[in-house]
């Protein structure tokens, strides 16, 4: 078993890492900027080092200032968490280089699912079904050629892109070569790489997304899926698991897909498949090679820890559950809280005045915050993830419309009230999943009215 860990990350994960690490009776090493000196985890962790400036450059993406961290204090293990290296293939690979287990998968996976390209390849090679568009990379010169064959409205996006950034709608021929060169330029900028391609752009999709552990070694299992279709600017908002209405005949075959592509690359650790699901059929969009944000919800159905898991993996225990000793009970919902305006949905950080987080009866509050913690300008504005576990839908729902009027934060702006009297007021989302426009559509509906 590892014996000591890194955490590189900060926040609300970094605290989900060391529960995982006490339970298995793992040591902890914290890392911190110079901003992140009063973060909740590090006074739970056996070392805390200071490895640098605010900016993230210098802090938590400095692989020298990580690794060096990590010599000192003998940690044997890196965890990335989410977000940060957590997805950066030379990351990993000079982790391992230094002798020390890196927590996630090997970094040819990690590279080949992070040009999306080479992973919508890799699975149409595994016979997963992906959304029709280009084959490969586009360029001005071959782009029209390949629009026509998609159709209008069509979607550029960047090979590397994350996090909602890089995509662009395109409805006519006449705006598609603008557009790519716009696209081109900012997929440069945000990713340091211009590759972009494009997809039929679907009219009304579900964001369904299945939970898959590997070993490494051609074994795998899935933990079933969830919906994240309540989006904004791309960027979920609320997640649930497992994903509703959708027949148990259809969802089988793609559980049983990812499963196999997993096994045929001898993947090792946590990873997502993200598909877009409309009118009975799933689309992959993209593959992430870490833990998500809303791991959470499949935890809570499934009774089983992600995080020890990917602990346990890491240190070559294989995997602890057969497929058919996994099933999913009832329901599960988490909302993100973010410290942002609601306005503008820009963050919003501050100094946390009265805090009180919501508890028992299926309630779980995953979060960093706690009263006169001050919540820097640098970084997400991710505070905290509310999820609720009822027998069925309704009654998650209902746990999590309580558990919202329960949850106390002021003296800094947050999402709270989006959460609790929009969204979980809403009839249509109550009484059904909904698609990833819907949340944008009432927002402005209310925004208008
Ligand atoms: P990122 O890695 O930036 O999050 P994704 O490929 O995962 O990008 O897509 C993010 C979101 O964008 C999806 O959840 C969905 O809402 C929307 N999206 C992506 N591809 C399409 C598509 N082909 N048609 C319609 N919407 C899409």
């Given at each position: 078993m590892i014996k000591k860990l890194l955490i590189a990350n900060r926040g609300e994960i970094a605290l989900r890492i060391v529960r995982a690490c006490k339970q298995l009776g793992i040591q902890t090493v914290g890392v911190y900027s110079t901003a992140d000196s009063?973060?909740?985890?590090l006074r739970f962790v056996d070392e805390a080092i200071c490895i640098g400036e605010p900016s993230p450059v210098h802090s938590y993406l400095n692989v020298e200032r990580i690794l060096t961290a990590a010599d000192v204090s003998g940690a044997d293990a890196i965890h990335p968490g989410?977000?940060?290296?957590?997805?950066?293939a030379e990351f990993a690979e000079r982790v391992e280089e230094a002798g020390l287990t890196f927590v996630g998968p090997a970094a040819e996976h990690i590279r080949l699912m992070g040009d999306k390209i080479s992973a919508i390849n890799a699975m149409k090679k595994a016979g997963v079904p992906t959304v029709?568009?280009?084959?490969?990379g586009v360029t001005l010169a071959n782009a029209e050629e390949q629009a026509r064959t998609i159709g209008f409205p069509l979607l550029i996006k960047a090979a590397?892109?994350?996090?909602?950034?890089?995509m662009r709608v395109v409805e006519r021929v006449e705006h598609l070569l603008p557009q790519l060169q716009a696209a081109k330029q900012e997929a440069e900028l945000w990713f340091g790489d211009d590759s972009v391609y494009m997809e039929r752009y679907l009219k009304d999709p579900r964001h369904v997304e299945v939970q898959v552990l590997g070993d490494g070694q051609g074994n795998a299992i899935h933990l079933y899926d969830r919906d994240c279709?309540?989006?904004r600017r791309h960027q979920k908002v609320l997640e649930e698991a497992p994903?509703?209405?959708?027949p148990e005949d259809v969802k089988a075959p793609i559980l049983a897909a990812c499963v196999r592509a997993c096994e045929q690359m001898g993947y090792r650790g946590a990873g997502t498949f993200e598909f877009l699901y409309e009118n009975g059929e799933f689309f992959f969009i993209e593959m992430n090679t870490r833990v998500q944000v809303e791991h959470p919800v499949t935890e809570q159905v499934t009774g089983i820890d992600i995080v020890v898991e990917q602990l346990k993996i890491a240190s070559?225990?294989?995997?602890?559950?057969?497929?058919?000793?996994i099933f999913v009970r009832g329901h599960a919902i988490e909302c993100r809280i973010n410290?942002?305006?609601?306005?503008?949905?820009l963050p919003c950080p501050g100094t946390v005045q009265h805090f009180f987080a919501p508890n028992g009866c299926g309630a779980r509050f995953d979060s960093h915050l706690y009263p006169n913690y001050t919540i820097p300008?640098?970084?997400?504005?991710?505070v905290g993830k509310l999820i609720c576990h009822g027998q069925t839908r309704q009654q998650a729902l209902a746990k999590l419309r309580h558990a919202l009027d329960e949850l106390i934060i002021t003296g800094v702006t947050t999402n709270v009230a989006l959460h609790r009297d929009v969204i979980l007021q809403d009839t249509a989302f109550c009484e059904q999943a909904q698609n990833i426009h819907y949340l944008e559509n009432v927002l402005l509906k209310n925004n208008s009215a």
């Open positions: 009063n973060l909740m985890h989410y977000g940060f290296l957590s997805e950066n029709p568009g280009s084959a490969g590397a892109g994350g996090g909602g950034r890089g279709s309540l989006q994903a509703p209405d959708i070559g225990y294989g995997l602890s559950y057969h497929q058919d000793e410290a942002e305006n609601p306005r503008t949905f300008t640098f970084y997400d504005s991710l």
